[in-house]
């Protein structure tokens, strides 16, 4: 089993900035499917950003133009860049490897002024 660690989480102000890290236990990021999801209170857990082994992305077309996911197969570490947050992206932010199911413990970003 993968062991993924997030961070990077917290508390910000809308139209502000986060990036979240999650940190692999291995060199797996270059050969696994890796998305970025979250879950807000209520409500369903949903893909948020994903990138192939190949390095193409997709996001949910809430995030599209704010958030960026990205990949250092050196560090063993993959991003999730938000910018513009809004309030409505508060949730607990989880690094999965979903086609493994491995998940990391989650990370709670809260948008609020």
């Known amino acids: 089993q993968v062991h993924l660690v997030e961070s990077g989480g917290g508390l910000v102000q809308p139209g502000g900035s986060l990036r979240l890290s999650c940190a692999a236990s291995g060199s797996i990021f270059s050969t696994k499917y890796t998305g970025w999801y979250r879950q807000a209170p209520g409500k369903q857990r949903e893909l948020v950003a994903a990138i192939t082994i190949g390095g193409n992305t997709n996001y949910a077309d809430s995030v599209k133009g704010r958030f960026t996911i990205s990949r250092d197969n050196a560090k063993n570490t993959v991003y999730l860049q938000m910018n513009n947050l809004k309030p409505e992206d508060t949730a607990v932010y989880y690094c999965?490897?979903?086609?493994?199911?491995?998940w990391g413990q989650g990370t709670q970003v809260t948008v609020s002024s």
């Open positions: 999965a490897l979903p086609l493994s199911g491995d």
